[in-house]
């Protein structure tokens, strides 16, 4: 019931201040990471701030691996995109109700197997069937991100096709104002992931082209911001349950518990095979379960478990789950004190960071610790 309380006791200033520098290093790159990944969902920035705040600790505290770090990912931000656009408008309160009931869904789920003992169907799961559907979501990402980086409007669509169609169509409309900061943008993270990977790449490139934004007031030529971010850690607050629309949606709530643990099993399975511990799936299930299940109550979306910031973590030095909780700490700070400064932060920087950031086009982000962010070969066995 408790299992953060086997290391807690060994637990000492050492071992302390590694978790502390793992923690500031990886909530540098969580915040704008959880902004760029919410809006790929179709939520407000904030939310994704919400569920960085909430979800990294209790994942770290009730899970079994000590430098896993949860928290908004591409690929859930995605499915959350798809499941929810047939049934609501992307942003507005009833779209942002059902993420949240979503999130209700998958933590049950997950905190079901884990409870029961169902982690082995994870052996089912066909390695190479992950890697397709990683690599076919990536397209799609791009896809969804490209009017945000180009300045150009597109209406939502459920397929990918009919949405590149429009986007060929919408070409000639282009603002090149907006399409040089989002170049600006995933110029310099690709840069200083590939060559200066100790920099939060990231975080930097929405400091600069915000700073660009303010001070040369490029927001009244037509370049997007952002705008205001309320202000305060997220409230309680109950989703809405209506029986018939739960029902509608658990059947993507399974293919979103099965595909997003798949790769939070595998970055598990190779951090593991770096630090010696044990992967305990069903531990591992509990302790996501209840980072979605406890998330939904206080305005999270769906989360899990990350390949970057995991890496990062690991190689910043954390030694356990406090290293989470620090980050969380951080994030919660952030929305306290710092959401003035996000304002002025551009739609097209946060499009450049997730184009960067999808599987298929990450450089080397640590060299050193190349295998944490690769499950080629690895077997789910």
């Not at 911001?225 to 409230?235: N, T």
């Amino acid at each position: 019931m408790f299992p953060f309380l086997l290391w807690l006791k060994d637990y000492g200033g050492t071992a302390f201040r590694s978790d502390l520098v793992a923690g500031l290093t990886v909530a540098v790159v969580l915040i704008p990471q959880a902004m760029a990944y919410a809006m790929l969902a179709g939520l407000p920035p904030v939310y994704g701030l919400y569920a960085g705040a909430v979800t990294p600790f209790i994942a770290a505290l009730w899970g079994s691996l000590r430098q896993l770090a949860t928290g908004p990912i591409a690929i859930m931000s995605l499915l959350v995109l798809t499941t929810l656009t047939p049934i609501a408008q992307p942003g507005s309160p009833e779209f942002i109700e059902l993420a949240l009931l979503l999130s209700l869904l998958v933590g049950c789920l997950y905190f079901l197997v884990g409870i029961f003992r169902m982690g082995q169907v994870m052996a089912f799961i066909s390695h190479s069937a992950v890697r397709g559907f990683t690599a076919a979501a990536a397209l799609i990402i791009i896809a969804t991100q490209l009017p945000h980086f180009l300045g150009i409007s597109v209406s939502r669509h459920e397929f990918i096709f009919p949405m590149l169609l429009e986007i060929i169509r919408g070409l000639p409309g282009f603002h090149w104002p907006t399409t040089l900061i989002g170049l600006f943008s995933f110029i310099l993270i690709y840069g200083l992931k590939r060559y200066r990977p100790q920099l939060p790449a990231g975080l930097l490139a929405l400091v600069s082209t915000s700073l660009v934004i303010y001070f040369f007031n490029l927001n009244e030529s037509g370049i997007v911001i952002i705008g205001q971010i309320p202000s305060g850690l997220p409230r309680f607050h109950l989703p809405g349950l209506d029986i018939e629309i739960a029902s509608s949606l658990f059947g993507p709530a399974v293919v979103i518990a099965l595909v997003s643990f798949a790769e939070t099993y595998s970055v598990g399975k190779a951090i593991s095979s770096k630090t010696k511990q044990k992967v305990n799936v069903d531990q591992e299930f509990i302790g996501q379960g209840l980072a979605n299940l406890v998330g939904s109550f206080f305005q999270c979306y769906p989360v899990s478990g990350s390949f970057s910031r995991t890496a990062i973590n690991y190689a910043a030095g954390a030694k356990t789950g406090i290293s989470s909780v620090v980050s969380s700490f951080l994030v919660a700070l952030a929305l306290l004190f710092l959401t003035p400064l996000f304002t002025f932060i551009p739609k097209a920087a946060l499009a450049a960071l997730v184009i960067s950031a999808f599987p298929g086009h990450r450089p080397r982000l640590l060299p050193k610790y190349l295998p944490l962010l690769s499950v080629r070969g690895m077997s789910h066995r």
